[in-house]
């Protein structure tokens, strides 16, 4: 089945372009069956691009799928305009009292930052213990994952002695995960971050299951049963050009940054990248998504009634 978007988004054509089925509201409306409803709480800058990238796996699925996408509630964007943010976007408290049955929240550009003094961390304190109550699975990403470990489980990043950029190798730690269904036993992931989890600081009887981790670059995913979430340090979701745009974005800013590993053939920033990683980016969110068909009420209103 396709992912339901609003009409008029940018993304509609690119995945169509890319033949990623999409449906109209019409159409959705015509089949007798309830779609999965999915969130997106967008963090980052580039706020198109990253719904593409989401999207593009999401509507990978066989299921019907309405995404909703989700802004925090008293934030200006710097990089995209009001008017498209009130075009396609919803304020995280206009619709705190809706519930899903995936909710998703990305990485944002602000690792540099102690959690505390990020503007808006009391509202991301209130939606990540609102995940608990409306939303029967969630993912972290990156930036967001960080925060949800630091937030449910009290564990400190540790910073970097440099930034990790690069196309890493990583290795499957628990090959019987539902979520790792088809995945390879050592596959190659986009990271990008200053900020490492360490292992040993896990804490124990915490539930955390360490799912994906990497010799190169420490730990990638964690299962976390207890809240009903993954934690995903790395990028997944990246298209081929993600990293290079970043690198070229900090060059030009005059941060002079190291040109990401692994990732240009070559080792030449003139050659063109390659998706190495694709196929297992469409493998997590198919499994994902899978999950929580498998596991979610029909009735949308009981998600976390009880404690799954």
């Given at each position: 089945m396709p992912i339901r978007i609003p009409n008029d988004l940018p993304a509609k054509k690119i995945l169509l372009d890319e033949g990623i089925a999409v449906m109209d509201s019409t159409r959705a409306q015509?089949?007798?069956?309830?779609?999965?409803?999915?969130g997106l709480l967008n963090l980052m800058p580039n706020k198109q691009r990253t719904e593409t990238q989401f999207a593009r796996l999401i509507g990978s699925t066989p299921l019907q799928i309405d995404l909703t996408l989700v802004r925090i509630s008293d934030h200006a964007s710097k990089n995209t305009s009001e008017e498209y943010l009130k075009s396609f976007y919803q304020?995280?408290?206009?619709?705190?009292?809706?519930?899903?049955?995936?909710?998703?929240?990305?990485?944002?550009?602000?690792?540099?930052?102690?959690?505390?003094?990020v503007r808006y961390w009391p509202e991301m304190v209130e939606i990540m213990d609102w995940t608990q109550t409306n939303v029967h699975s969630s993912m972290f990403i990156c930036w967001g994952a960080q925060a949800a470990l630091h937030h449910f489980h009290q564990i400190k990043r540790k910073k970097r002695a440099k930034k990790a950029v690069g196309v890493f190798r990583h290795?499957?730690?628990?090959?019987?995960?539902?979520?790792l269904h088809g995945f390879s036993d050592d596959l190659a992931i986009p990271v990008s971050r200053s900020n490492d989890i360490d292992v040993s600081s896990l804490p124990k009887n915490s539930g955390l299951k360490i799912l994906i981790d990497s010799d190169e670059v420490g730990l990638c995913m964690l299962?976390?049963?207890?809240?009903r979430a993954l934690h995903m340090l790395n990028h997944l979701e990246y298209d081929n050009k993600s990293l290079g745009d970043e690198f070229e974005r900090d060059k030009n800013a005059g941060l002079n940054p190291e040109q990401p590993l692994f990732y240009y053939p070559d080792d030449n920033s003139d050659n063109e990248p390659q998706n190495r990683w694709r196929s297992h980016g469409f493998l997590l969110f198919q499994n994902w998504i899978n999950q929580i068909y498998?596991?979610?009420?029909?009735?949308?209103s009981k998600v976390n009634a009880t404690k799954s």
């Open positions: 015509r089949q007798d069956i309830r779609p999965l409803q999915i304020r995280w408290e206009d619709m705190r009292a809706q519930k899903f049955d995936g909710f998703i929240i990305t990485g944002a550009p602000i690792a540099h930052l102690p959690f505390e003094e290795q499957v730690c628990s090959k019987n995960s539902p979520y299962d976390d049963p207890d809240h498998q596991t979610t009420p029909f009735d949308l």
